[in-house]
């Protein structure tokens, strides 16, 4: 019997070409390495991936799985990418394919790239282990020109962040490190940049149940038929074909995203149809209803930010908390007294920022938003049913006003992990 176990086991590695640990094909020259901050720190170790120097704006996050997804997310485009658990690598990097159909959006991970600017570890994982996984960390780095560095104290870096916010940093490489620390005026701020235009689809394209990728697959998978269209476009020109809109996440400054903002205003005006949105998507919905957004000292970067429903809507129940992903640097001021016709629909259990608002039963508009990532890939699942939920809406008012059978067409305006989704 034991035989027969082991040349089972045999066979399924000669037929997958791969072993159940295994070590990068090619191990890389590990060079020095170290992160500059503008705030006048230093934290050395040795590189990893791609050996090259970058700028960006330094942040962390708390999660503990899904390295993959985070990277992939476009929301962390222009960011070097500190991880808090110290080891990182342990079960390498899928396939990045996936096919396009009722479940799955053409990738696996979130977008079809590394979209952070670099990354940070305390350890990185040499040996690898996972039935899906088809290369290291740090080879997927280097294949994409993504700079590493391991061995640096993440936890020193992440209290500094803590304390003094998020900074500005330059990773340096190789023959680059014995060089001086960049001056003040050198440091690349990549929020002063329009990053939502950057990773936003050019074209409209369409995703039908019979294409961020998480957040495509929610909708997906829940039977929408989606088009997605670029952070921009003129929705309004083309609204009544749709039942609903979405409002996807994205990364950078708001501020940035004026005509998104305009477009919406006159659509939440004029338009009676469900709209939803997440993330950036939650705060351009917020700013065109009247709401002012600030940048937070470090922001809320993890999968385990507990949030406080204050009022109740399909899944959600008022006074229960949810854990949630995240990952954002804005946030939507908290005002007293709220925009008419709007009100608070969560809020941080930490730190008290706003998570979520909604429009009043009095307005008669069915529209929400929220900070956090219902879809969370990964991370809590508490509030994946706010997908179930607008589609439900979107399906009840097309019944209501066609008097026929719903069939949900779901406009995202694309910016961020949909754009990534359908872009090269």
Known sequence: MLSRYIFSRLSMRAMFGRHFATHATEPAVS?????????????HGRSFGAPRSIYGETVFSTSITSYTESMTDPSYRGQILVFTTPLIGNYGVPQNIAPYDSHDVGVILESQRIQCAGIIVADLAERFSHHSAVESLSSWCHRHNIPGITGADTRAITTLLRDQGTTLGRMVVGNDVSLPPPDDHEYWD????????QISTKEPFELNP???????????RRGAAVTVLPWNYDFNSVREQYDGLFLSNGPGDPTQCGEAIQILRKTLAEWHKPVFGICMGHQIIG??????????TFGNRGHNQPVLALASSGSIKAGRVYVTSQNHQYALELQDP???????????CNDSSVEGIK???????????????????????????MFTDFLTTCREHRSLVKGQAAHVVVKPVDGQRLAAAGSA
């Open 31 to 43: 060079l020095p390495a170290a992160l500059h901050l503008k705030s006048g720190q230093t934290f």
């Open 190 to 197: 990549p929020t002063q940049e329009n990053l939502v235009d």
């Open 210 to 220: 019979s294409g961020d990728a998480n957040i495509l697959r929610s909708l997906v």
């Open 287 to 296: 700013m065109a209803a009247g709401l002012d957004a600030y940048r937070m």
């Open 338 to 348: 709220f925009p008419q016709g709007w009100e608070p629909f969560f809020i941080n």
């Open 359 to 385: 429009s009043t039963a009095e307005s008669g508009k069915k529209v929400w938003g929220v900070q956090f990532h219902p879809e969370s890939a990964g991370g809590p699942l508490d509030t994946i049913e």
